[in-house]
């Protein structure tokens, strides 16, 4: 009898992951790889408008050569923006696992803290951006300032300490910025959440009749386990905190595209930033995905 030819486990989970991509990649193809193509001659080319429509004029790397080295503000404020971005993703990631680690828990109420966690996700980008135009969040922070233990307060204790100064700047930062990281964490909470949650608990109940400790199964089970989804977590918040609607470097790009130098200078810019952008991923996932543990 002839042997039923039969796809091995890998090339199943290979078909499998290709499925959940296909979307993307028809989609991609269908309405986004030609202007993908066309915003890169863009960004070699002059465009001028005209009635019928716009003329291009090739110009070489003129564009990038004007962003780079005539553009004084799209170099500050690129800077400016890497570090900022820099300084905030660790702080969103730290968060998202302590408040995942939190709602992971049994407690009364707990659907209803899920619910409140992820909210700003539930509500949509449009209302939570209007909020923070009005400045309710800050608003709501601000008073703090004047409760039972004012910042300040807070800030010398921490510097009579003899605290790093840059450590104590790092802290308050981050406090400053807890509107902004509590409305950009709630996808990565729901991820570790998943995450968590598809821990058998069998594995802690060995660890424990070992006499393992609370720390030592973090290190040698959850961290291991839960680190394939922290690196789709990293990721992602990589790409959205660069192009979060707050960002003030797409701000200028768009402004130097109808009001500065230019469609074609603008475009420049545009390709520059995204190319740092991937620079960042490749060199993140290259380095973090060593320590990534995937179940055979």
């Known amino acids: 009898m002839r042997r039923s030819r039969r796809l091995s486990l890998k090339t199943q989970k290979s078909l499998l992951g290709l499925l959940f991509t296909l979307p993307f990649i028809l989609g991609f ?3 986004l790889a030609w202007p993908f193509i066309q915003s890169i001659i863009f960004s070699v080319s002059k465009l001028t408008i005209v009635p019928t429509g716009y003329v291009l004029d090739f110009v070489g790397l003129q564009n990038y050569r004007h962003a780079l080295l005539v553009d004084a503000k799209f170099r500050q404020v690129f800077m400016e923006t890497v570090v900022t971005m820099a300084a905030r993703i660790p702080v969103i990631l730290v968060f998202s696992f302590f408040a995942a680690n939190l709602l992971n828990q049994r407690f009364p109420g707990r659907t209803l803290a899920r619910v409140i966690f992820f909210l700003p996700v539930v509500m949509g980008a449009e209302i939570t951006l209007k909020m923070q135009q009005a400045d309710y969040m800050q608003q709501a922070m601000s008073l703090s300032e004047s409760g039972l233990i004012p910042l300040r307060v807070i800030r010398e204790s921490l510097v009579s300490l003899k605290l790093p100064l840059a450590f104590v700047n790092f802290i308050f930062e981050a406090i400053n910025q807890v509107p902004v990281i509590i409305r950009s964490s709630g996808i990565q909470i729901l991820i570790f959440l998943a995450a968590l949650q598809s821990i058998p ?20 089970i959850t961290f291991p386990l839960i680190s394939p989804l922290m690196l789709v977590n990293v990721v992602y918040t990589i790409v959205d905190s660069f192009t979060a609607p707050d960002n003030r470097l797409l701000e200028l ?10 469609f074609g200078v603008s475009t420049a810019m545009s390709w520059f930033y995204f190319s740092i952008i991937v620079v960042i991923l490749a060199i993140t996932g290259f380095f973090a995905g060593r320590g990534v543990h995937y179940e055979t």
């Open 29 to 31: 193809g269908a309405f």
């Open 253 to 262: 790009i768009q402004e130097t595209a109808w009001a500065g130098a230019g």
């Open 201 to 220: 608990r069998s594995l802690y109940e060995a660890a424990d009749m070992e006499g393992a400790t609370a720390w030592e199964s973090f290190w040698k």
